[in-house]
């Protein structure tokens, strides 16, 4: 099994900074991609950054140029350091990573995805 501890979240004024991190531990043989998604109420689940292994980055449009995303290979710790945040920032946001498991022996078994518990963001206008 694997799981995913997130920290960070708060309440920011507007254009204040948070960092969230996500870190991840159990049974796993390598990590595909992380990611952060964030889910405002009565709104679908979006994307709001990935990174895949090779370092490669992906921002939804309201992000760019604000937020950042990284990760520790070495922690299997996924960062997103939000600058400048609005008011529609708000929400709960989630770590998301998927990642290819490891047997009790250690060999890599199957491909899963697996979510963070989520964490608030509130930013005040």
């Known amino acids: 099994q694997v799981q995913l501890v997130e920290s960070g979240g708060g309440l920011v004024q507007a254009g204040g900074s948070l960092r969230l991190s996500c870190a991840a531990s159990?049974?796993?043989?390598?990590?595909?991609?992380m990611g952060w998604y964030r889910q405002a109420p009565g709104k679908q689940r979006e994307l709001v950054a990935l990174?895949?292994?090779?370092?490669?980055?992906n921002y939804a449009d309201s992000v760019k140029g604000r937020f950042t995303i990284s990760r520790d290979n070495a922690k299997n710790t996924v960062y997103l350091q939000m600058n400048n945040l609005k008011p529609e920032d708000t929400a709960v946001y989630y770590c998301?990573?998927?990642?290819?498991?490891?047997?009790?022996?250690?060999?890599?078994?199957?491909?899963?995805?697996?979510w963070g518990q989520g964490t608030q963001v509130t930013v005040s206008s």
């Open positions: 998301h990573v998927n990642c290819r498991a490891s047997s009790s022996t250690g060999a890599p078994t199957a491909t899963f995805n697996f």
């Open positions: 990174i895949i292994s090779g370092g490669s980055t």
């Open positions: 159990g049974s796993i043989f390598s990590i595909n991609h």
